[in-house]
């Protein structure tokens, strides 16, 4: 699939370090004999828009626990939020915190509930209209909030969803999942960590600095005998789109091969903060980017999104100006190696250049 465009490429091999986890290194690795990976294969993609059996479908709603949330509350809903049936925290477990040797288990204490995204069963992300999306967004917006409210105890509360099999889903039908934490997952906390070293070395946030970097990025190429500048050319390479509020961005260490991230042009650390406008405007960019995902990737492409926003709680006042929130997209295209579970570094078989200027170019509607 991906071999199409690139014999005229140069075979990139190297080691890239993610800028903002360093310990997330890339190995991206284009020669052919260089891929260790398989391919991930494609699953035939259920369009139906109503299944009888299906828990999540509009008519069916006894089939899942009460609605924590409707939207709109009257008449059809467009959007619901229910727990999980299968929660991996729950408001039960109210024991302390528990430490036998070195095994400690932490305080299961949290919610983890399913946004169902859409009445249609199996409508994608592009598909949805802008409009829905933005209330997608708000309703996230909402949700978090009232979790953070409800309780001082929850320090993170992420958004997420798995789409396809191979992305974790266990449901068909469209939905996200919302969990809210005790704790901050390992991952949040090495993004918050990294990027208040930065602030705290450059008083800049890391994320606007990439995003200045990639948006005024020059390359100059000087006369070979005359050492004069020829010309400069404005590389912008990583960028996918930019839209008034938001960019969407192919990051230089991408550990994914289509992975892709989108943030607010304006410092933000706080998805919360984020105003009707800026939501109406994420909802343009976002379908867009799912919109060439798929017209680049074909037929119905498996992903991961979370949406990383700062953590609350008095540990994390402080990162309002280094933490700047933004939604990662990791469609899943191949399958990982032995060698990347084993070595933690992520093989990348596809230059995150040429990705980029793939999903620049896609044609889609
Ligand atoms: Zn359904
Ligand atoms: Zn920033
Ligand atoms: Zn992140």
Redesign the pocket.
């Known amino acids: 699939m991906t071999e199409a465009t690139e014999p005229n490429k140069k075979a990139v091999r190297e080691i890239r370090i993610n800028p903002i986890v360093p310990s997330e290194s890339v190995l991206v690795a284009t020669a052919r004999n260089m891929r260790p990976k398989k391919e991930e294969p494609p699953v035939p993609h259920d369009t139906r828009e109503h299944v009888e059996t299906c828990p999540f479908c509009r008519g069916n709603e006894s089939m899942t626990p009460a609605s924590i949330a409707r939207v709109p509350s009257e008449g059809d809903w467009k959007i619901r939020i229910v727990e999980n049936l299968y929660p991996i925290l729950g408001d039960d477990n109210e024991d302390p915190n528990f430490a036998f040797g070195l095994q400690h288990t932490m305080n299961g204490y949290g919610r983890h509930e399913v946004v169902i995204d859409h009445s249609s069963h199996g409508i994608r992300i592009h598909e949805m209209t802008e409009e829905h999306l933005s209330l997608l967004f708000a309703t996230y917006r909402t949700r978090m909030e009232q979790l953070y409210n409800a309780n001082p105890r929850i320090k993170n509360v992420l958004v997420f969803k798995n789409f396809g099999p191979a992305a974790g889903a266990s449901i068909a039908h469209t939905h996200s999942q919302i969990i809210a934490m005790p704790v901050v997952p390992d991952n949040v906390q090495a993004e918050v960590r990294n990027s208040s070293a930065f602030f705290e070395a450059n008083q800049h ?1 890391i ?2 600095s990439l ?1 200045d970097e990639a948006l005024t990025f020059e390359a100059t190429l000087y006369d070979k005998d005359s050492g004069e500048i020829r010309r400069k050319i404005n590389v912008g390479q990583f960028v996918i789109e930019r839209s008034k509020r938001f960019i969407a961005i192919k990051p230089f260490a991408s550990r994914y091969e289509w992975e892709v991230q989108i943030l607010p042009l304006a ?2 650390a706080d998805f919360l903060e984020a105003n009707p406008e800026d939501l109406a405007d994420l909802a343009w960019i976002f379908r867009r980017t799912m919109a060439r995902l798929n017209a680049v990737l074909g037929g119905a492409p498996q992903y991961n999104y979370f949406l990383h926003s700062v953590p609350h709680g008095q540990e994390y006042d402080d990162c309002a100006p280094s933490f ?1 929130w933004h939604i990662e997209i990791c469609p899943r295209t191949s399958i990982p190696t032995g060698f990347e579970l084993g070595s933690g570094l992520f093989v990348n078989t596809i230059s995150p250049e040429d990705a980029a200027e793939r999903l620049r170019s896609a044609t889609f509607e």
Request: proline fraction near 0%; hydrophobic fraction near 30%.
């Open positions: 946030c994320f606007c995003i410092h933000q700047h």
